[in-house]
């Protein structure tokens, strides 16, 4: 060995023992710290103050005295004193998780006696709205503050200038109000963080960030900067500035430059485009628009000075109004890292020299109108590690060339349609992606076949989402090595077997949604030990058994429980009450036939979602719901609950008690008085046995959007302080005993979409009004009342009214000839199938509608928007059917019958290609069936019995399917009626053109007629006499007594 050698060996064993000793030295060091005693007692006062829900501050106690070895305190290794503070919380898979784990509470004085703090971080959590406390701005020694997302809100002190030796400050989502000029003291400031909402911070005047010479890092994000008329000048002298964040600002007219500086910048994020950009050619960075301020205005093609910005390694256009193809110089961006286009228009097929930005690592083009296959170059972009292809109109499979991205980490292609099985896209993806893969997400996207054996793979997967495919089969035993999985979705599938044999080995998971598959079998206590870690559990819609033991608590704490459609009855289960940080519960339809438990009702923790509908739950509830969150929703419809309404707190928005028992008045329900603002939009109390009058409280709900009473007891006239309801768009009122006229307070309820107040007992007039004030109404329904007079002209400027039923009435004149004004219902395609959105994620389980359509009474919900129904019928309606009626080639159900109607059916009937269903029938219509009528491809129901109409029925596919009532009552001929026409097409005449049989037939008729007649003339012309006259019964006797003898006497 040379001598060398022996030099380099001795020296890395000597820089080893170094190591080694500094090493142990550093350990002993950090167990003889201890803390100062005076900063112990102020941490104690100071977590006295603070809310710790899920108990994060442990360690901070007496009996454990030494607070430098206390959870998220940090101390001097030299002098012992407290340094840091970390009490942020931190976002993770689960918000509701986060939610849960936020300090709240109040801020103590006593951080201030904490002499030697240089950073303290509180950033995250809910301090409730409070102002931001002064005494924080008097820790001189601290370098590090950030208060940003933690619930202070209000005006920065102006004290905020004494903390000079700030290097970070962030009051994201925190201030509001005029920006003080102190800031600008904080001469050592590097990192500013002032991002607002709604341009509630304003900034009058840019002049102090001149003497913030060290910033870097400046976010004014949100801010109203309209005053500041030199803010640009200001901000491009900043010598160190590398990074400004000024999307959502409002910016009004400002000085522009004639040359600008911006020397160091880097990065820049903006929502409008002004051309002075395109001279920052030493950009690393641009972004505009962003998400959390909303879409931009910006539109258009992609602007072209962005190809001056060679340097750019991250281009972010997303949430913009960009509705071009990607235009071509964007590809000659060869230093891009980054690029994302996502939530625009932008259409066309991708280019395959999308391939030639193999510096690519994120890849976003989700939610734009990008169509064709998906480019097989996206093989070369090899450095790749997330990819967005979601919501576009792409066609066809994933690409082999996919197997190359070995880099590839996060892969996202939901709502495409691949039609591609799911082993095919593994097989691809196995070679090189699957060992390093942690997000698959491809939920919606047309893909079938079966889970495969090839999911155990792709081990260091974390979140899997294939919801809403086609997938079918069971999961398969391979899955069980997916050991870190922490979300799984495959909801809305057709998956089999009981999966919960498979997944307890996920003992990671935090999310398991498997919602609406054909799951089923039996779920012990066993199979959910693993699930140490869960926090959502999502498993409707599917065919479980629940089998616990009734003292079992689980070792999860849920936050999110949906088990709809389970089978968990009879009792109540009692394992609930184990779960101390539940929000969202959906025990729906589970076979409940127990009351609920006293316990529940005082739980100490608040839900926001609940939902125990469709169940036998027994009993009353507690008179005032108290366990709701902010924005709850209750939903107990369904059951067998009686007794009184509960009183509901402000915090609920929606709340469903329809299909029970509940009885009393609605009065004290309704007008019980509240310190705060009721926060309740949807109401929904049908099907009850409430009664009396509806009271006259609505003023102390003005959010209230959706109110359904039907199917109930209630008498009376709408009250006037309904019409304070300004919000309203939906309101049920079906199926009462009210009466007088209609309601004049409606006229202010100029939200209005949908109003039903059939089956009661109205007077009066259809005010003309009603098409004037109610300009959004979609769908009227008066059915079956005791309306009187004309139909109103005004009904036809109501141009999105897509039902009218005015059925069972009194009404009479002339049905209306401006019809054809209902421009909602001339278009065939239905604008407002999905007009439940407006309502948020619980209107499709409430707005409803009884429609009476082709001889049914039938309930719509969700394919409510796509109806179009005029029912006039059961009135005394006279004149003719007007001609426009048939330029409505939308409507789908039509039902003038029993009503006055004469005239002709109009020729150009045929024209209404939509119409499913005609009833004329019961009027005095008179002329032939139009021949037009056969146009009607999609007729299933036609009823014109009971009229004058003449002539032979046209000869159509679907005319002669129906049955021949109806058509009977009429003049007609032809299938499906057994009566023939003549040659010409006429009904036969009956003297002259009888044929023989129907001669016969008739003839034998009429001797059947006269033998009767004759034998009952004869029968009592020689028997009634016999009755009435004594002398001719013995004079008869007598004489069949002679016949008698003289017969005798012969034989």
Aim: aromatic share 10%.
């Amino acid at each position: 060995m040379s001598p060398n050698t022996n030099t380099y060996t001795g020296m890395v064993v000597i820089i080893f023992v170094h190591l080694y000793c500094m090493t142990l030295l550093t350990c002993s060091e950090s167990e003889l710290i201890e803390c100062i005693p005076s900063e112990r007692e102020a941490l104690l006062r100071f977590k006295q103050h603070l809310t710790d829900p899920t108990n994060r501050l442990s360690s901070w106690n007496a009996s454990n005295p030494n607070c430098c070895h206390w959870d998220y305190v940090v101390c001097s290794h030299l002098t012992f004193h407290v340094l840091q503070l970390h009490l942020n919380t931190t976002p993770d898979y689960d918000e509701y998780a986060d939610e849960r784990s936020m300090f709240s509470g109040a801020i103590n004085d006593s951080v201030v006696e904490l002499k030697h703090l240089n950073y303290l971080d509180l950033s995250g959590n809910s301090f409730g709205g409070m102002q931001f406390p002064t005494f924080l701005f008097g820790i001189t020694s601290l370098t590090h503050l950030d208060l940003s997302a933690s619930g202070f809100y209000g005006n920065i002190p102006h004290q905020i200038g004494n903390l000079s030796n700030l290097l970070h400050l962030d009051l994201s989502y925190d201030a509001y109000g005029k920006l003080p000029h102190q800031i600008g003291n904080l001469t050592n400031l590097i990192h500013l963080g002032l991002p607002s909402f709604g341009e509630s911070l304003v900034v009058e005047n840019a002049d102090w960030l001149l003497g913030l010479t060290s910033l870097e890092y400046l976010d004014l994000s949100g801010a109203n900067l309209s005053k500041s008329f030199n803010w640009l000048h200001t901000m491009q002298a900043l010598p160190s500035l590398h990074q400004l964040d000024l999307r959502g600002c409002r910016l009004g007219d400002y000085k522009q430059p004639s040359k600008l500086n911006f020397s160091s910048l880097l990065s820049l994020s903006l929502s409008v485009a002004p051309k002075w950009i395109f001279q920052l050619n030493k950009l690393v960075s641009l972004t505009w628009g962003s998400k959390y301020y909303g879409s931009s205005d910006i539109g258009g093609p992609i602007p072209d000075g962005i190809q001056n910005l060679t340097m750019l390694e991250n281009l972010d256009l997303s949430s913009n109004s960009f509705s071009s193809h990607i235009p071509d110089w964007l590809y000659g961006l060869h230093r891009l890292k980054s690029l994302k286009l996502s939530d625009n228009y932008l259409t066309g097929a991708i280019s395959n020299t999308l391939g030639n930005l193999t510096s690519l690592v994120t890849l976003d083009l989700s939610h734009n109108q990008f169509e064709g296959a998906i480019p097989t170059l996206l093989g070369n972009l090899t450095s790749l590690v997330d990819l967005h292809l979601s919501d576009n109109q792409f066609e066809g499979a994933i690409p082999s060339s996919f197997r190359k991205l070995c880099n590839l980490r996060h892969i996202y292609f939901s709502n495409l349609k691949c039609n591609q099985q799911l082993s095919e896209i593994l097989q691809i993806l196995i070679p090189c992606v699957s060992h390093q893969l942690n997000t698959l997400v491809a939920s919606t996207s047309q893909i079938s076949g079966h889970l495969t054996n090839q999911l155990g793979m792709f081990q260091n997967l974390e979140k899997l989402d294939l919801s809403g495919n086609k997938i079918i089969g069971e999961i398969p035993q391979s899955f069980a090595k997916l050991s870190s999985l922490r979300f799984v979705d495959f909801s809305k599938n057709h998956l089999t077997g009981n999966p919960f044999k498979i997944l307890a080995s996920s003992t990671k998971l935090l999310c398991l949604v498997i919602d609406d598959n054909y799951f089923q079998g039996i779920v012990h206590e066993d199979d959910l030990a693993n699930f140490t870690t869960l926090h959502v559990l999502s498993a409707s819609s599917n065919n479980f058994t629940l089998k616990v033991h009734p003292s079992w608590k689980p070792k999860f704490q849920l936050s999110e429980l949906k088990m709809s459609s389970w089978k968990l009855g009879p009792s109540f289960p009692s394992w609930i009450r184990s779960q101390n940080h539940l929000q969202h519960l959906d025990l729906s339809n589970a076979g409940l036939s127990d009351s609920i438990p006293i316990w529940f009702w005082e739980t100490s923790h608040h839900y926001y979602y609940l939902n125990f509908s469709h169940n036998h739950i027994q009993g009353k509830l507690p008179k005032e719901l108290k366990i709701l969150e902010f924005d709850g929703a209750v939903d107990l419809s369904s059951n067998n609950l009686h007794g009184n309404l509960p009183f509901v707190s402000e915090n609920v928005v929606w709340l469903d008690l329809s299909h029970n028992s509940f009885d009393g008045l609605l009065m004290d329900f309704l007008c019980q008085k509240s310190h705060k603002p009721k926060s309740l939009q949807i109401l929904n109390l049908a099907s009850n046995n409430l009664s009396g009058e509806i009271p006259n409280c609505w003023r102390m709900w003005p959010e209230l959007a959706d109110v359904n009473l039907e199917s109930n007891c209630f008498i009376g006239s709408l009250p006037s302080s309904m019409g304070s309801l300004s919000s309203l768009q939906y309101l049920h009122i079906r199926n009462n005993t009210l009466f007088g006229k209609f309601p004049v307070s409606l006229k202010e309820n100029k939200e209005l979409i949908l109003l039903d107040l059939g089956e009661n007992k109205l007077t009066g007039n259809i005010p003309r009004w009603i098409g004037e004030r109610l300009v959004n109404l979609k769908f009227l329904r008066l059915r079956s009342n005791n309306l009187s007079g004309n139909i109103p002209n005004g009904l036809c400027d109501m141009k999105f009214l897509q039902v009218l039923d005015l059925a069972l009435n009194n009404l009479s004149g002339n049905i209306p000839n401006c019809l054809n004004h209902l421009s909602a219902i001339i278009n065939k395609t239905s604008a407002s199938s999905s007009f439940q959105e407006s309502m948020g994620g619980y209107a499709s389980d409430t707005i409803s509608m009884f429609l009476w359509v082709k001889g049914k009474d039938a309930e719509y919900n969700n394919f409510l928007g796509l109806v179009k129904n005029i029912d006039l019928s059961s009135n005394k309606l006279s004149g003719g059917i007007p001609m426009e009626i048939t330029n409505l080639t939308g409507l789908i159900y039509l039902n003038l019958s029993k009503n006055e109607l004469t005239g002709h059916i109009p020729q150009s009937i045929g024209n209404m290609e939509s119409l499913e269903s005609i009833d004329f029938s019961g009027n005095q219509l008179t002329g032939e069936i139009p021949q037009s009528i056969t146009n009607l491809n999609f007729l299933n129901k036609l009823d014109l019995s009971y009229n004058h109409l003449d002539g032979q029925i046209p000869t159509g596919t679907q005319l002669q399917s129906f049955e021949a009532s109806n058509f009977v009552g009429n003049k007609l001929c032809g299938p499906p009626l057994l009566l023939n026409c003549t040659m010409d097409g006429e009904v036969p005449d009956d003297d002259a053109n009888e044929n023989e049989k129907e001669r016969k037939n008739h003839g034998v008729k009429w001797l059947f007629v006269s033998v009767a007649f004759g034998f009952i003339v004869g029968f009592w012309g020689f028997i009634g006499p016999l009755f009435i006259f004594k002398s001719w019964r013995y004079a008869y006797y007598h004489f069949l007594d002679d016949v008698w003898y003289k017969l005798q006497s012969c034989l």
